[in-house]
């Protein structure tokens, strides 16, 4: 096999752009993934790179580059049709003839990566100082004084209370999504008796709905197979979503938990009459600490944690989960878990 085949079979295969630039900074060549990436009508040969590439630091570079006849170039960063690239440039001189190579690594998705770590990170931080300042705050007036007076003194360690608790339910959130997302919380598969699940969570939550003025109603079978799962974490499922039913239905409305069998399939469904999410957001509500109002939430003691859980356990049951909402009338949340065989 001769050398040209096996170099040509390397820059068709390669998962990184290759760009030949002449001495004159046209183009001479570039390989499948290049113009996959940046699509050139009529091909790149003979083009200047400015009609190929439009990013100016780029442009920039290469004609230092050509100038300095290669010498030492850093790699950049480039931001084009929405996606970013690493470029690293390789001069090729030969018999007083230059060239250059560059190479587009595509790293859109190490720049995606970054970006939801720190926003992940000061979510956390944003999330954990509120209720953090909220405690400082009230210790601080009772050392100062506030504790001579026994009503202030317990009004304030209540305060104190439900803001620590809620940091805890925050960590205790954090830190199952994180097992989930890891894989280290495995998901023990073993038959549950779905229907018994949703009939005794939803029990837990009577009193809750009563104390808002939620009528609670259920259309459960008689019957129902069970599924392949993991009770604790499908009880979580449904703790979440009830607990959301609840908390986004004002008083006087109805929250309803039915289940039903379809084909190999057990299905479960949290249907609420209350402010309904916005088209838009639906795509976005499984995200870490998505809240559709964040203010309206926050008093209501959300952190945006509990669909991204619910969302993790279903994929981990290779289940399915489905939303259905209008804003003013209700939502519907229901996911279906196969049933044992
Ligand atoms: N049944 C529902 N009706 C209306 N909006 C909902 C409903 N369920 C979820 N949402 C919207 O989706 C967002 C995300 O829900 P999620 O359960 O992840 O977070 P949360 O309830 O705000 O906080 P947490 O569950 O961590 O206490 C909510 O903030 C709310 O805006
Ligand atoms: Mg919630």
């Known amino acids: ?56 630091v780029l442009l920039k570079t290469v004609g230092d580059f050509i100038k300095n006849l290669g010498g030492i170039s850093e790699d950049i960063e480039i931001n084009e049709g929405g996606r970013f690239f690493s470029i690293h440039l390789v001069p090729i001189k030969e018999r007083g003839d230059f060239k250059m190579l560059l190479f587009f690594q595509d790293i859109t998705e190490e720049k995606r990566v970054e970006t939801i770590k720190k926003d992940f990170v000061a979510n956390v931080s944003h999330e954990l100082r509120t209720p953090l300042a909220s405690i400082k705050g009230y210790s601080e007036t009772l050392l100062d004084g506030g504790m001579d007076d026994q009503k202030t003194l317990k009004e304030f360690l209540g305060v104190i209370d439900r803001h620590a608790t809620r940091m805890a339910r925050l960590i205790d959130d954090l830190l199952i ?47 129902l197979p069970r599924v392949l799962g993991d009770r604790d974490r499908l009880e979580q499922v449904v703790v979440n979503l009830l607990d959301n039913a609840i908390k986004y239905t004002p008083s006087g409305g109805t929250v309803s938990v039915a289940a039903s069998k379809t ?19 639906i795509p976005r509500i ?21 669909l991204a859980i619910v969302k993790h356990i279903i994929q981990g049951h290779n289940g399915r989960l489905q939303v259905e909402s209008t804003p003013g009338k209700g939502s519907v949340f229901s996911f279906s878990i196969r049933s044992c065989p």
């Open 263 to 281: 084909g190999e399939w057990v299905r479960v469904e949290i249907r609420d009459t209350g402010i309904g999410i916005p088209s838009g957001d």
């Open 177 to 223: 999504l994180s097992r989930l997302e890891s894989h280290q919380m495995t998901i023990v598969s073993a038959p549950v008796d779905i229907r018994d699940l949703v009939v005794t969570t939803a029990k837990g939550f009577e009193k809750q709905a009563r104390d808002k003025g939620i009528t609670m109603a259920s259309g459960m079978p008689g019957k």
């Open 1 to 56: 096999m001769g050398k040209n085949v096996i170099l040509e079979s390397i820059a068709r295969e390669m998962q990184t752009g290759v760009l030949v630039l002449n001495g004159s900074a046209n183009a001479l060549y570039a390989n499948p993934f290049f113009l996959n990436s940046f699509p050139v009508e009529g091909g790149v040969e003979g083009r200047a790179v400015g009609e190929i590439v439009k990013d100016p």
């Open 286 to 306: 499984f995200e870490r600490f998505y809240r559709v109002d964040k203010a309206r939430s926050r008093e209501l003691g959300g952190t945006g944690l509990g």
